[in-house]
């Protein structure tokens, strides 16, 4: 089904933004994020026990609250400290200037920029779960042991740099490694889950 001038448009934009996310991740400024008023640092692996952990809607799925938007900010921050009293007043401050739903939504994006490389991307028509099917296994490791087996075993980095590595990096490495072990490994671009999903749409619209 052909594509209609504003959804091959969207591609296009998509295709930019993935190739401007790659270039930035290696930019040499630590905080090249701004949120919400904030100049944050990328989220490395090592950030996302910790957001799990604290049942974070934005890293372990579900409706994101204006909370879960300020315990990302706060970690990302340049002011960052591990002080709860500290982290109590930055969140009144910024909920005096800040709408919620902007809050969320500006975090969100940055979420998205996270993530952007991934290739961890549902589909719209992909049902969010299927009661009716078998249920998996819970896995025996975080998602981060995981990925950093994989990255250790290939690059031979220490678990300590690999923890470190910033994700829209890391993901880039990760692919990599895939693709030197098995030339037939294929990842979705965030360029092809949009013209994935602007063909769906077009399906669906008949």
């Known amino acids: 089904m052909q594509l209609h001038a504003g959804q091959l448009a969207e591609i296009g934009r998509a295709v930019s933004r993935q190739m401007r996310a790659r270039a930035v991740a290696y930019f040499p ?3 090249r994020y701004e949120v919400a008023g904030e ?4 989220l490395t692996l090592g950030d996302i026990p910790l957001l799990e952990y604290c049942d974070n809607a934005f890293i372990v799925g579900g409706f994101p ?3 879960n938007a300020l315990q990302i900010l706060w970690l990302a921050s340049e002011n960052y400290a591990p002080d709860s009293r ?3 007043k930055f969140a009144i401050r910024k909920r005096r200037k800040i709408a919620d739903a902007q809050l969320i939504a500006e975090v969100g ?3 998205d920029e996270m993530y952007l490389d991934s290739g961890l991307w549902r589909r719209s028509d992909e049902p969010a779960g299927d009661t009716t099917a ?3 296994k819970p896995p025996h490791h975080a998602y981060a042991a995981l990925i950093t087996a994989e990255l250790a075993r290939f690059y031979h980095w220490s678990e300590s740099d690999i923890l470190k590595l910033e994700l829209p990096r890391l993901w880039q490495y990760l692919h990599i490694s895939r693709r030197y072990e098995n030339s037939e490994y294929r990842w979705t671009q965030f360029s092809e889950y949009t013209a994935e999903e602007a063909a769906r749409e077009n399906k669906r619209n008949g």
């Open 29 to 31: 400024l630590k905080y």
């Open 39 to 42: 100049q944050l640092r990328a």
């Open 65 to 67: 609250t204006a909370e």
């Open 86 to 88: 500290r982290q109590r």
């Open 109 to 111: 994006e940055y979420i």
């Open 134 to 136: 078998k249920k998996p």
